[in-house]
């Protein structure tokens, strides 16, 4: 059986912050594309396994400053984007 890429689903507000986010930056935007395409090839090698409060999730690096934080549904093969941001402030910290 031939492996798929795993299906995308972002948290309501989420979709809506990113929305906002891509019109006042087209760049990063398809820096977030290009993260997201590799994650839904393989979640578990693109991703940072996540501890603490966020244990049972994963984070990409967007660039310097932003994460991506996700889980991973294998029941669905999805992954569900949960929140994004810069570092500290998503992290908690």
Excluded: C
């Amino acid at each position: 059986m031939e492996n798929q890429d795993y299906s995308i689903l972002y948290e309501k507000d989420i979709e809506k912050d990113l929305k906002k986010r891509f019109r006042k930056n087209p760049h990063q935007r398809r820096i977030i594309d290009k993260k997201l395409e590799k994650v839904r090839q393989n979640p578990y090698a693109h991703g940072e396994p996540l501890v603490g409060r966020w244990k049972g999730y994963y984070s990409v690096h967007i660039d310097s400053h932003f994460i991506l934080i996700y889980s991973v549904d294998e029941e669905f093969h999805r992954i569900n984007v949960v929140t994004y941001g810069k570092h500290d402030p998503t992290y908690g910290i």
